[in-house]
């Protein structure tokens, strides 16, 4: 073979893996301290990415300042991974929280400014508005009275302006289990992909535990009701590494790990990337009443240690990867003990889904570069890989990330409700019938 055919060849077959970058959550600086026996497998979680959630609650912290430090701590060839979560009356509150600072179409505008200004032409993923079309979906929901139609069209158009933006809505997965609702799904999806949108797709999966391949079967079912193959999906595959857990499970699932690592190298053709939109570790509720498959556990989005053992041990880093598993018990240190005794916990918590039939207290809860700032008080971290090819007649080098391994055994106590919260706050989902509408 002539050797410009050889190299033309070459080029055609060779991908190079994106970096994906974030900030990390801020369990993992708070856990690592609090359980040092599990410090080598968070560490080596931070080495990946877990997207960093934009969101206008107050516990959050300054979202200005969140955007700031994505952006000067990212390299600038990296793709930005973003949840955006601050839609006006979210989740249809009945009353207006005292605890975000989004009320109103106007605040909306003014939230999502701010994000874009700071992004300016930088790439990035956005996620955007976990659970919104969800309930959009039903058309006796709030949502429709809310507006959130309005404003999701709202925020894809100033989203949009930046032409490295790629836009993925996110439709939990549910709502493409039925023929109905997966052409309300298509219904509203055309109606935010107008011209010069960047929806690229949407996201399936947030925090739940789907297999990839019923998942990319969903994606296949959303594009037939599409007509269209112009959309692909994004995967949450943050707690999904083992099947889709029996009876549509849903809180602190025991027979799980973390599944594929960040990536946009899936190996579907209609999955664009592998995201981690939930930091593994974090409770999804006390989850009392539930199935025999749930743990139960501390308040949701408290980190969860016998839950993050679990997920580690099980998860595809050390079934494939060959990171030990967390033996023994973990033990909390007697340095956060005392932290605990010594102040108030004003951290914030993760929310996610209220079960109708269940406590209310129980709620459902991309490759390697790390970034960090002491001058930041989030300390942010990011991640992503980036696959380096030398094309011309020389071989393929790999640069890969090393985990510094600290590793103790102690005693597991979980017992303790330490309040260990991640950076930004996940959705506080309405109550639901889970097994006829399987909300998270």
Same mark, same amino acid.
């Given at each position: 073979m002539p050797y410009l055919e050889l190299l033309l060849l070459v080029l055609a077959t060779t991908v190079q893996a994106e970096t994906l970058c974030s900030l990390p959550p801020v369990v993992y600086t708070t856990a690592k301290v609090a359980y040092p026996a599990a410090a080598f497998a968070i560490e080596a979680l931070e080495q990946n990415n877990i997207a960093t959630w934009y969101?206008?609650? @107050?516990?959050?912290?300054?979202?200005?300042?969140?955007?700031? *430090?994505?952006?000067?701590?990212? &390299?600038? *060839?990296?793709?930005?991974?973003?949840?955006?979560?601050?839609? &006006?009356?979210?989740? !249809?509150?009945? $009353?207006?929280?005292?605890?975000?600072?989004?009320?109103t179409a106007a605040d909306y505008v003014a939230f999502l400014? $701010?994000?874009?200004?700071?992004?300016?032409?930088?790439?990035?993923?956005?996620? %955007?508005e976990p659970d919104a079309i969800g309930l959009l979906t039903d058309a006796s929901s709030c949502g429709h009275k809310a507006g959130y139609l309005a404003n999701l069209q709202t925020a894809?158009?100033? @989203?949009?302006?930046?032409?490295?933006?790629?836009?993925?809505?996110?439709?939990?997965?549910?709502?493409?289990?039925?023929? =109905?609702?997966?052409?309300?799904?298509?219904?509203?999806?055309?109606? %935010?992909?107008? #011209?010069?949108?960047?929806?690229? /797709?949407?996201?399936?999966?947030?925090?739940?535990?789907?297999?990839?391949?019923?998942?990319?079967t969903l994606c296949t079912t959303f594009q037939n009701a599409m007509g269209?193959? +112009?959309?692909? !999906?994004?995967?949450?595959?943050?707690?999904?590494?083992?099947?889709?857990?029996?009876?549509?499970?849903? !809180?602190?699932?025991?027979?799980? /790990?973390?599944?594929?690592? #960040?990536? *946009?190298?899936?190996?579907?053709?209609?999955?664009?990337?592998?995201?981690?939109?939930?930091?593994?570790?974090?409770? +999804? /509720?006390?989850?009392?009443?539930?199935?025999s498959n749930s743990?139960?556990?501390?308040?949701?989005?408290?980190?969860? #240690?016998?839950?993050?053992?679990?997920?580690?041990?099980?998860? @595809?880093?050390?079934?494939?990867?060959?990171?030990?598993?967390?033996?023994?018990?973990?033990?909390e240190s007697d340095e956060t003990l005392a932290d605990e005794n010594d102040a108030t916990d004003t951290r914030p918590r993760l929310h996610a889904a209220n079960d109708a039939y269940i406590d209310d207290d129980t709620l459902h809860s991309a490759t390697a570069l790390q970034v960090?700032?002491?001058?930041?008080?989030?300390?942010t971290r990011g991640t992503g890989v980036v696959a380096i090819v030398a094309l011309v007649g020389v071989a393929?080098? =790999?640069?890969? =990330?090393?985990?510094?391994?600290?590793?103790?055994?102690g005693k597991l106590k979980v017992a303790r409700e330490t309040a260990l919260s991640a950076l930004a706050p996940l959705p506080n989902f309405p109550p639901r019938e889970r097994d006829s509408l399987s909300i998270l």
């Amino acid at each position: 073979m002539p050797y410009l055919e050889l190299l033309l060849l070459v080029l055609a077959t060779t991908v190079q893996a994106e970096t994906l970058c974030s900030l990390p959550p801020v369990v993992y600086t708070t856990a690592k301290v609090a359980y040092p026996a599990a410090a080598f497998a968070i560490e080596a979680l931070e080495q990946n990415n877990i997207a960093t959630w934009y969101s206008d609650q @107050l516990k959050s912290g300054d979202y200005a300042q969140l955007a700031t *430090d994505l952006v000067s701590l990212c &390299p600038e *060839d990296s793709r930005l991974s973003v949840v955006v979560y601050g839609l &006006p009356e979210k989740d !249809c509150n009945l $009353k207006t929280p005292t605890d975000r600072t989004v009320h109103t179409a106007a605040d909306y505008v003014a939230f999502l400014t $701010k994000l874009t200004t700071t992004i300016g032409k930088r790439k990035v993923l956005y996620i %955007l508005e976990p659970d919104a079309i969800g309930l959009l979906t039903d058309a006796s929901s709030c949502g429709h009275k809310a507006g959130y139609l309005a404003n999701l069209q709202t925020a894809v158009g100033l @989203l949009s302006q930046n032409d490295n933006a790629m836009i993925y809505l996110e439709v939990g997965y549910w709502t493409l289990e039925s023929p =109905a609702t997966a052409t309300n799904v298509a219904t509203l999806v055309k109606q %935010l992909t107008t #011209p010069g949108s960047r929806v690229k /797709g949407i996201t399936l999966n947030t925090l739940n535990y789907q297999s990839i391949n019923t998942l990319s079967t969903l994606c296949t079912t959303f594009q037939n009701a599409m007509g269209s193959t +112009d959309l692909h !999906c994004v995967i949450d595959t943050s707690r999904n590494r083992n099947d889709k857990p029996p009876n549509h499970e849903w !809180c602190n699932v025991q027979t799980t /790990g973390i599944g594929a690592l #960040p990536t *946009d190298q899936t190996g579907y053709a209609n999955v664009d990337y592998f995201v981690w939109a939930t930091p593994p570790g974090t409770s +999804d /509720g006390t989850c009392r009443h539930r199935r025999s498959n749930s743990m139960a556990g501390p308040p949701p989005g408290e980190f969860f #240690p016998a839950f993050f053992q679990s997920l580690w041990n099980q998860s @595809l880093l050390v079934a494939e990867k060959k990171y030990p598993p967390i033996s023994g018990t973990l033990i909390e240190s007697d340095e956060t003990l005392a932290d605990e005794n010594d102040a108030t916990d004003t951290r914030p918590r993760l929310h996610a889904a209220n079960d109708a039939y269940i406590d209310d207290d129980t709620l459902h809860s991309a490759t390697a570069l790390q970034v960090s700032g002491e001058n930041s008080s989030k300390n942010t971290r990011g991640t992503g890989v980036v696959a380096i090819v030398a094309l011309v007649g020389v071989a393929v080098v =790999a640069v890969g =990330a090393v985990v510094n391994w600290r590793r103790k055994e102690g005693k597991l106590k979980v017992a303790r409700e330490t309040a260990l919260s991640a950076l930004a706050p996940l959705p506080n989902f309405p109550p639901r019938e889970r097994d006829s509408l399987s909300i998270l």
